[in-house]
C-alpha cells in the first residue's frame, strides 16, 4: 500500500476513474490496453501487493486471487489471498521474477490512501509504484506501470485507517478492477510460465501480555 499523494511527482496526471461509475471495468480495461499496445511488452507480469490480515490491504491479494479464479492464462500473476506479496517477501518476489522471466513487463498492483473526496478512484500510472510508503516502510519500487485502488483517507493513523477499511469498498474495486485485467488481456499475447513459488509468510502479530 502506498500514499496517493506520490502521483503530485509525475509529469503526467495518471488516469483516474470511480468505482461507481457506469461500464468502469470496460473504461479501465481500454485504458490498459491502449498503454500496453504503446509499450509492446513481450511477458507480462502482474504483481498484487498487500497483506490479508488487514482490510484496507486485502485490494492486491484478492485481485490477484480473482485473475487466477479467472483462468486468466496469458498473464503470470504473483500475489493471492493463500500466497501474498507483502513487506515481507516483496524482495524475495522480485529477484525471483527477475530469475524466472525474460524480461518480464509488470504491471503493479496495490492498495492507496488519499484525500476524501479521493476515495473510490482506481488509477492507472505510467512507472513504478512505492509499496509500504504511507507506513513508512523502505521498499523497492515495483512496476513498469501501476494500477491502484483508492480505498480510505490517509494522513493520520495510517496502519488503523487500513485496518479498520470497509470490506464492501475493496471487494467493489477488487471486482472492477479484476475484470478490467482480464478484459485487457484479451488480444494481447504473452507465454505464462508456472512455477512452484512459496513466498515468505507475514510475520505472526504481536500478542499483548
Known amino acids: 500500500m502506498f500514499r496517493g499523494q506520490l502521483f503530485k511527482n509525475r509529469r503526467q496526471t495518471p488516469y483516474r476513474i470511480h468505482v461507481k461509475e457506469t461500464h468502469a471495468a470496460k473504461e479501465l480495461a481500454a485504458q490498459v490496453r491502449q498503454t500496453l499496445t504503446t509499450a509492446k511488452p513481450k511477458e507480462l507480469i502482474v504483481v498484487c501487493i498487500g497483506s490479508d490480515r488487514s482490510t484496507g490491504d486485502s485490494l492486491g491479494p484478492l485481485i ?12 503470470t500473476v504473483y500475489g493471492t489471498l493463500s500466497s501474498p506479496v ?3 517477501n516483496l524482495e524475495e518476489t522480485l529477484e525471483f521474477i527477475e ?9 503493479a498492483v496495490d492498495a492507496c490512501l488519499g ?23 523502505k521498499l523497492p519500487p515495483v512496476g513498469d506501470i501501476h494500477l491502484t485502488g ?14 479498520n477499511t470497509r470490506l464492501s469498498v475493496v471487494m467493489e474495486m477488487a471486482g472492477i478492477m479484476s475484470e478490467a485485467i482480464v478484459e485487457a488481456s484479451r488480444g494481447i499475447p504473452s507465454p505464462r510460465k508456472r512455477f512452484s513459488w512459496s513466498p515468505l509468510p507475514p510475520p505472526a502479530p504481536k500478542q499483548q501480555g
Open 150 to 163: 483508492i480505498v480510505n483517507v490517509g494522513g493520520v493513523m495510517e496502519m488503523m485507517v487500513l485496518q
Open 99 to 107: 530469475l524466472n522471466h525474460k524480461n518480464p513487463y509488470i504491471i
Open 115 to 137: 484525500r476524501s473526496t479521493s476515495v473510490g478512484y482506481i488509477c492507472l500510472g505510467e512507472g513504478p509504484l512505492k509499496p509500504g510508503s504511507a507506513v513508512n516502510k
Open 64 to 75: 490477484g486471487s480473482r485473475l487466477e479464479e479467472s483462468g486468466l492464462d496469458k498473464w
Open 86 to 88: 507483502h513487506a515481507v
